[in-house]
C-alpha cells in the first residue's frame, strides 16, 4: 500500500458550491480425507495428549487447518488444545473479509496487530514486514522425497479488504530443524492473482533437511504498517504425503458465509423494548445459508437452530433437502422460519438469541459444516454485522454525516456507538460534535437539541471491532424517522468502519460539506457502523457485550484564572488530558499515570471556552469536561 493508495484509503465526499461537484471514493484423483483422519486419529489424540500434559510432541500428517475453528494460542479454557495448529498469533481468523472462500473461516494478514492496532501508526507510508503465521512443529523424520509430501493451500488477495500494490506480497517459508535451524522462502505471491477467486497452490517438499521432526512453515506478507491495508487471506492449508497436485479433488461440504440477521429493515440489532409491542413486523419469512461443495454432488441435508440467552434450545431440522447440481459450486439454500417470531416478554430488556445453522453430510471436517451467528437485543440499533471491511470519511471542514433509522416507539436517545478504523493516519486528536436530526422528508430535517461538547475518534489496543461510546449532551426523544451522525471541525476524513457485508448506505447514508450546503445521498455500498443508543429501560450503556462502567470525572475550580484540577482518576490506569478551544483546536496534550488527580495549567490561555478531553490508555473510555478561563 504506497502513496497512491494511501490517499484513496478513504471514502472521502467533496462539494464546491461554485462547480457543484461531489465525489465518494472508497478505497481427478480423490484426495480421500477421510480414510487418512482415521488412520490417523489414534496418533493425533496421542499428540494432542502430551501437548495438553505440557509435552513437545510434534503434530503428525496430515497437518489441516480450514480456519472455521480457532486454532491460534488462545488462553481460552473453552478451546481445546488439540485445535491448535500455530505459534504465533497475529493473523486474524473471521468469516467477513473473503470472497468465495473455499470454506467458512479464513486467517487473514494485513497492517494490524493482533490487537486490532497498527504496527506503525505515527508514518501513513511505513512499510514492511507485518503478520506472521508460524505452524507448530511436525514430525517429517518417516518421510522421503519418494512420498510424494506437498503443502497445499489457497490464498485470495484484497477480498472485501484493500487489495495490495505490486510491492506488496505474501511469502511461504520452510523452516529445517537440521543444525542450528534456518528459515528459506520457498514461495511467492503473483499479483496477478484475482481479487474475488482464491488461488490453490501446491509446494513439493523433496529437501532431505526438511524430513525431519521439527519440520515448520510460515505465512509472512509485506504491507502498510499504518493500519488495515494490503489483505491476504489463506484458507484450506494442508500439508499431507501422498498427493498429486494434477489429479486432486477435495471431498468436502461446508457452510461459506454466516448469516447476520432474521430481521427484516437492514436491522441486524434492535433495542428489545422497541422490538416486542410489534414483533411480528420485523421478523423475516425465511433466511438464507451460503453453502460450497468442493467435491462431486452431496446429498445435502440443511437445518438450523436457535438459542435464546433465556431458553433452551429450539431446533429445526431437515429444513431443506439438495440432492443434485451441487458439485464442484458455491450455492445459496433458502430455509423458511415458519412464521417464527423471537419469543419473549416486554419486562425482559435485553436478549439475544443464537442461530446456527448446520448441514449434514459425511466428511472429514465436520467442524465447517456449522455457521452460527447472534442476534442481539440490547438498546441500540445497527445496520451493519460488527465488522469492517472498509472505511469511510469526509474530506471537509464544517462536513455533517447522518445515518436514517427509524423508532416506532418513543424513547430517549442518549449517544452513539461509532467503530473507527485506524487507516493511514492517526486522527485521534480530531474533534466532532455529536447530531441529531428529525425527518426532513427524504433527507435529514431540523437539528434535534444542541450539542456542544467536543468528542474525538479512539482506536483501541485490545482487539478488533471495539465501538467507542459517545453521549449526547442531553437525552433526545425520538419517534419515527429521525437521523444521527456528526459534524466535523476539520478537513481531515476520520475513518468510520464500513462494513460490505450489509448494504444500507445507498438508502440510509446523508452527508454534506456543511455552510449551508445540501444533503447529498451516499453512493458507495456497504453499511456505516454507527448505532444509536436508546434508554430503552437500561440504566447504563456499554462498549461490547460487558457493561463498561464509565467514571465520573470532576472538576474544579470552574470557571479558573490558572490552575484547573481533574479529579475521580483511577490510580492503577494511565490517563492523556487534552485542552482543546471553542473551535475544536487542540492547544495542548499531556499524560498522567497512576495519579488520582491531574494538574491542568490555564495561565497562558485567552480567556474563554475550554474543553478538556479526558481518555484513559487502559480502557479507552473518553471522558470531555467544560471550562472557563476567566
Same mark, same amino acid.
Given at each position: 500500500?504506497?502513496?497512491?493508495?494511501?490517499?484513496?484509503?478513504f471514502?472521502?465526499?467533496?462539494?464546491?458550491?461554485?462547480?457543484a461537484?461531489?465525489?465518494?471514493?472508497?478505497?481427478?484423483?480423490?484426495?480421500?480425507?477421510?480414510?487418512?483422519?482415521?488412520?490417523?486419529?489414534?496418533?493425533?489424540?496421542?499428540?494432542?495428549?502430551?501437548?495438553?500434559?505440557?509435552?513437545?510432541?510434534?503434530?503428525?500428517?496430515?497437518? @489441516?487447518?480450514?480456519?472455521?475453528?480457532?486454532?491460534?494460542?488462545?488462553?481460552?479454557?473453552?478451546?481445546?488444545?488439540?485445535?491448535?495448529?500455530?505459534?504465533?498469533?497475529?493473523?486474524?481468523?473471521?468469516?467477513?473479509?473473503?470472497?468465495?472462500?473455499?470454506?467458512?473461516?479464513?486467517?487473514?494478514?494485513?497492517?494490524?496487530?493482533?490487537?486490532?492496532?497498527?504496527?506503525?501508526?505515527?508514518?501513513?507510508? #511505513?512499510?514492511?514486514?507485518?503478520?506472521?503465521?508460524?505452524?507448530?512443529?511436525?514430525?517429517?523424520?518417516?518421510?522421503?522425497?519418494?512420498?510424494?509430501?506437498?503443502?497445499?493451500?489457497?490464498?485470495?488477495?484484497?477480498?472485501?479488504?484493500?487489495?495490495?500494490?505490486?510491492?506488496?506480497s505474501l511469502?511461504?517459508?520452510?523452516?529445517?530443524?537440521?543444525?542450528?535451524?534456518?528459515?528459506?522462502?520457498?514461495?511467492?505471491?503473483?499479483?496477478?492473482?484475482?481479487?474475488?477467486?482464491?488461488?490453490?497452490?501446491?509446494?513439493?517438499?523433496?529437501?532431505? #533437511?526438511?524430513?525431519?521432526?521439527?519440520?515448520?512453515?510460515?505465512?509472512?506478507?509485506?504491507?502498510?504498517?499504518?493500519?488495515?491495508?494490503?489483505?491476504?487471506?489463506?484458507?484450506?492449508?494442508?500439508?499431507?504425503?501422498?498427493?498429486?497436485?494434477?489429479?486432486?479433488? @477435495?471431498?468436502?461440504?461446508?457452510?461459506?458465509?454466516?448469516?447476520?440477521?432474521?430481521?427484516?429493515?437492514?436491522?441486524?440489532?434492535?433495542?428489545?423494548?422497541?422490538?416486542?409491542?410489534?414483533?411480528?413486523?420485523?421478523?423475516?419469512?425465511?433466511?438464507n445459508?451460503?453453502?460450497?461443495?468442493?467435491?462431486?454432488?452431496?446429498?445435502?441435508?440443511?437445518?438450523?437452530?436457535?438459542?435464546?440467552?433465556?431458553?433452551?434450545?429450539?431446533?429445526?431440522?431437515?429444513?431443506?433437502?439438495?440432492?443434485?447440481?451441487?458439485?464442484n459450486?458455491s450455492?445459496?439454500?433458502?430455509?423458511?422460519?415458519?412464521?417464527?417470531?423471537?419469543?419473549?416478554?416486554?419486562?425482559?430488556?435485553?436478549?439475544?438469541?443464537?442461530?446456527?445453522?448446520?448441514?449434514?453430510?459425511?466428511?472429514?471436517?465436520?467442524?465447517?459444516?456449522?455457521?452460527?451467528?447472534?442476534?442481539?437485543?440490547?438498546?441500540?440499533?445497527?445496520?451493519d454485522?460488527?465488522?469492517?471491511?472498509?472505511?469511510?470519511?469526509?474530506?471537509?471542514?464544517?462536513?455533517?454525516?447522518?445515518?436514517?433509522?427509524?423508532?416506532?416507539?418513543p424513547?430517549?436517545?442518549?449517544?452513539?456507538?461509532?467503530?473507527?478504523?485506524?487507516?493511514?493516519?492517526?486522527?485521534?486528536?480530531?474533534?466532532?460534535?455529536?447530531?441529531?436530526?428529525?425527518?426532513?422528508?427524504?433527507?435529514?430535517?431540523?437539528?434535534?437539541?444542541?450539542?456542544?461538547?467536543?468528542?474525538?475518534?479512539?482506536?483501541?489496543?485490545?482487539?478488533?471491532?471495539?465501538?467507542s461510546?459517545?453521549?449526547?449532551?442531553?437525552?433526545?426523544?425520538?419517534?419515527?424517522? @429521525?437521523?444521527?451522525?456528526?459534524?466535523?471541525s476539520? #478537513?481531515?476524513?476520520?475513518?468510520?468502519?464500513?462494513?460490505?457485508?450489509?448494504?444500507?448506505?445507498?438508502?440510509?447514508?446523508?452527508?454534506?460539506?456543511?455552510?449551508?450546503?445540501?444533503?447529498?445521498?451516499?453512493?458507495?455500498?456497504?453499511?456505516?457502523?454507527?448505532?444509536?443508543?436508546?434508554?430503552?429501560?437500561?440504566?447504563?450503556?456499554?462498549?461490547?457485550?460487558?457493561?463498561?462502567?464509565?467514571?465520573?470525572?470532576?472538576?474544579?475550580?470552574?470557571?479558573?484564572?490558572?490552575?484547573?484540577?481533574?479529579?475521580?482518576?483511577?490510580?492503577?490506569?494511565?490517563?492523556?488530558m487534552?485542552?482543546?478551544?471553542?473551535?475544536?483546536?487542540?492547544?495542548?496534550?499531556?499524560?498522567?499515570?497512576?495519579?488520582?488527580?491531574?494538574?491542568?495549567?490555564?495561565?497562558?490561555?485567552?480567556?474563554?471556552?475550554?474543553?478538556?478531553?479526558?481518555?484513559?490508555?487502559?480502557?479507552?473510555?473518553?471522558?470531555?469536561?467544560?471550562?472557563?478561563?476567566?
Open positions: 500500500m504506497k502513496f497512491a493508495s494511501v490517499l484513496f484509503a471514502i472521502v465526499a467533496s462539494f464546491f458550491s461554485t462547480s461537484v461531489a465525489q465518494e471514493v472508497e478505497d481427478g484423483l480423490r484426495y480421500d480425507a477421510v480414510r487418512l483422519a482415521k488412520h490417523n486419529q489414534e496418533k493425533h489424540w496421542h499428540a494432542e495428549l502430551l501437548n495438553y500434559r505440557g509435552g513437545q510432541a510434534s503434530l503428525l500428517l496430515p497437518f @489441516f487447518d480450514d480456519f472455521s475453528r480457532t486454532s491460534l494460542p488462545t488462553n481460552d479454557p473453552t478451546v481445546p488444545i488439540g485445535w491448535q495448529r500455530w505459534q504465533d498469533t497475529s493473523a486474524y481468523i473471521n468469516t467477513h473479509f473473503p470472497i468465495n472462500p473455499p470454506t467458512i473461516g479464513v486467517a487473514t494478514l494485513d497492517g494490524l496487530k493482533n490487537d486490532g492496532y497498527p504496527y506503525d501508526f505515527t508514518d501513513q507510508y #511505513a512499510w514492511g514486514p507485518a503478520d506472521t503465521m508460524t505452524s507448530l512443529p511436525i514430525n517429517l523424520g518417516s518421510y522421503t522425497s519418494g512420498d510424494n509430501v506437498y503443502l497445499t493451500f489457497q490464498y485470495e488477495p484484497g477480498g472485501l479488504g484493500n487489495y495490495p500494490d505490486d510491492s506488496d511469502i511461504l517459508e520452510f523452516y529445517s530443524p537440521f543444525g542450528a535451524g534456518q528459515w528459506a522462502q520457498v514461495w511467492t505471491s503473483d499479483m496477478t492473482a484475482p481479487v474475488d477467486t482464491f488461488t490453490q497452490v501446491f509446494i513439493q517438499i523433496t529437501d532431505p #533437511a526438511y524430513f525431519l521432526d521439527g519440520f515448520q512453515f510460515r505465512f509472512r506478507n509485506f504491507a502498510t504498517l499504518s493500519g488495515s491495508f494490503d489483505l491476504w487471506h489463506i484458507d484450506y492449508v494442508l500439508l499431507d504425503a501422498g498427493i498429486d497436485p494434477n489429479n486432486f479433488v @477435495f471431498d468436502e461440504v461446508s457452510q461459506q458465509f454466516p448469516e447476520n440477521t432474521l430481521l427484516n429493515n437492514g436491522y441486524t440489532a434492535m433495542p428489545w423494548t422497541h422490538f416486542i409491542p410489534n414483533a411480528s413486523s420485523y421478523m423475516k419469512s425465511s433466511f445459508a451460503k453453502q460450497r461443495n468442493l467435491g462431486n454432488d452431496e446429498n445435502i441435508v440443511t437445518g438450523f437452530s436457535i438459542k435464546p440467552s433465556n431458553a433452551s434450545t429450539q431446533n429445526f431440522f431437515s429444513v431443506d433437502f439438495n440432492t443434485t447440481g451441487n458439485a459450486s450455492f445459496t439454500r433458502n430455509l423458511s422460519l415458519n412464521n417464527y417470531i423471537y419469543p419473549g416478554t416486554l419486562e425482559d430488556t435485553c436478549l439475544y438469541f443464537d442461530i446456527k445453522t448446520f448441514i449434514n453430510p459425511t466428511d472429514a471436517h465436520l467442524q465447517n459444516d456449522t455457521s452460527y451467528f447472534r442476534q442481539y437485543f440490547y438498546n441500540y440499533y445497527a445496520y454485522d460488527g465488522t469492517a471491511e472498509r472505511s469511510y470519511g469526509l474530506a471537509a471542514a464544517g462536513g455533517n454525516l447522518a445515518m436514517k433509522f427509524r423508532s416506532d416507539a424513547d430517549s436517545l442518549l449517544g452513539l456507538f461509532i467503530y473507527w478504523l485506524p487507516s493511514g493516519n492517526d486522527y485521534s486528536a480530531e474533534t466532532f460534535l455529536l447530531r441529531a436530526w428529525g425527518d426532513g422528508g427524504t433527507v435529514p430535517g431540523s437539528e434535534l437539541g444542541e450539542n456542544f461538547n467536543y468528542y474525538s475518534p479512539h482506536f483501541y489496543h485490545h482487539g478488533r471491532d471495539y465501538f461510546y459517545y453521549a449526547y449532551d442531553n437525552p433526545i426523544l425520538v419517534e419515527g424517522n @429521525f437521523y444521527v451522525g456528526y459534524v466535523q476539520n #478537513a481531515n476524513p476520520m475513518p468510520v468502519g464500513n462494513d460490505k457485508n450489509t448494504n444500507n448506505n445507498p438508502t440510509k447514508l446523508y452527508y454534506n460539506l456543511g455552510f449551508g450546503q445540501s444533503w447529498q445521498q451516499s453512493t458507495v455500498e456497504g453499511s456505516l457502523m454507527i448505532r444509536p443508543v436508546f434508554k430503552s429501560g437500561k440504566s447504563s450503556v456499554w462498549n461490547g457485550i460487558a457493561e463498561t462502567n464509565v467514571p465520573s470525572f470532576t472538576a474544579f475550580p470552574n470557571p479558573t484564572s490558572d490552575k484547573f484540577y481533574v479529579q475521580g482518576l483511577n490510580n492503577n490506569e494511565d490517563y492523556t487534552e485542552i482543546i478551544d471553542a473551535i475544536g483546536n487542540r492547544i495542548s496534550a499531556e499524560r498522567f499515570n497512576h495519579t488520582l488527580s491531574a494538574e491542568l495549567d490555564f495561565g497562558n490561555l485567552s480567556n474563554g471556552i475550554y474543553f478538556v478531553r479526558v481518555t484513559s490508555l487502559q480502557t479507552g473510555i473518553t471522558a470531555v469536561l467544560k471550562t472557563v478561563k476567566q
